[in-house]
């Protein structure tokens, strides 16, 4: 028995690191992206919603060495500014600058409190940004929960739906105003593949008759989609675009709530270092969204690894898009 489990530790081992190695190769186009003008997005300010770790914090990084104003909207302003105190040394050293803010080419960070679970907080913060910024450029709809036990935002809405979607999309309705003055500008909405498993019951959106962490995960994501598509139906003809990506399978800490056994978190930990992104890699997408001349004038579209990917037809639906756009305003106050 002690050799049978050795010997499939062995080949596990050997597997991962095979793959490991695939991967690294493989990666190389993505990491290839991450060359672009350091000037490229000088001039342009940047808002990214849970930018203080994982997926957020790689895209800020990246668009702060294009030169961008980027602001960080963060539930935990101490993590927040913590995060962006390593930011601003990491870039400094990449550049050999020195330690004020915005030398070496980089562009200026900003961290400003953003509590998606509370659309109070949501109202007050896009009041900050409407009486203190000239411009928005790119809105980034990044931050997220991830399959947490049942439990509600402030405004009573069961929680991965209230955050990643209401919240969101809240949040975008308030600054629409900001992004039209701003054109061209550009939304991108971070959802994921597992929108496919998801569905949208408007019987129960608060999933108070019954709840499934994993279904109203993908719900809330299969919605990420539908307002992305109705949105660029609105925003037609405003040089406004808006899109949709899915990052892939990512090492992060937005898992927190998945339970893990003790005796298989060391498999599990080489499985994702061998099979998961970085979150460098993982946020090359949204990277690509915000800031590529490619999709200047591209909207309502779904991508993956930077191109462009078909969705099923439940994405596609104009009618239930319509529906729980109109839904989705009643639930946040924007109609009464």
């Known amino acids: 028995m002690a050799v049978a489990t050795a010997a499939a530790i062995l080949a596990a081992l050997g597997g991962a690191l095979w793959l490991a190695a695939r991967r ?4 190389g186009v993505q990491r290839l992206r991450r060359g672009g003008d350091p000037g490229l997005m000088h001039g342009k300010t940047v808002l990214i919603t849970g930018a203080n770790s994982g997926l957020g914090r790689a895209t800020a990084a990246e668009l702060l060495r294009l030169g961008a104003r980027v602001i960080m909207g963060c539930r935990d302003r101490a993590r927040a500014e913590e995060a962006a105190g390593q930011l601003r040394r990491e870039l400094c050293q990449a550049a050999e600058c020195g330690p004020e803010p915005g030398v070496g080419g980089a562009g200026e960070l900003v961290v400003r409190e953003l509590d998606l679970a509370s659309l109070r907080s949501v109202r007050a913060f896009c009041q900050e940004m409407l009486q203190e910024e000239p411009r928005l450029d790119v809105l980034i709809n990044n931050a997220g929960i991830f399959q947490c036990p049942y439990m509600k935002t402030e405004d009573g809405f069961e929680m991965q739906f209230g955050v990643n979607h209401l919240g969101h999309f809240l949040l975008t309705n308030l600054l629409l ?12 909405v971070v959802s994921s593949k597992l929108y496919k498993y998801g569905d949208i019951n408007f019987d129960d959106l608060n999933s108070e008759q ?7 995960y993908s719900r809330s994501k299969l919605a990420n989609i539908l307002f992305t598509r109705e949105l660029a139906r609105r925003l037609e003809g405003t040089n406004v675009t808006v899109n949709v990506l899915h990052p892939g399978i990512v090492q992060t800490n937005l898992g927190r709530h998945i339970h893990i056994p003790l ?9 994702s270092w061998a099979f998961f992104k970085t979150p460098v890699e993982g946020a090359q997408t949204s990277i690509y969204l915000a800031s590529s001349p490619e999709v200047e004038g591209v909207s309502g579209r779904y991508f993956g690894d930077c191109k462009e990917e078909e969705l ?3 994405a596609m639906d104009e009618s239930v898009a319509r529906k729980l756009w109109d839904i989705s305003e009643v639930m946040v106050g924007i109609l009464k």
Do not use: D, T
């Not at 105003?177 to 991108?188: D, E, F, M, Q, T």
């Open 24 to 27: 690294f190769v493989g990666s």
């Open 177 to 188: 105003g900001l992004l039209k003055s701003s054109a061209p500008s550009r939304i991108v």
């Open 210 to 216: 019954s709840y499934n962490k994993s279904f109203c």
């Open 263 to 271: 005796l298989v978190k060391p498999l599990f930990n080489l499985v």
């Open 312 to 314: 099923l037809p439940k």
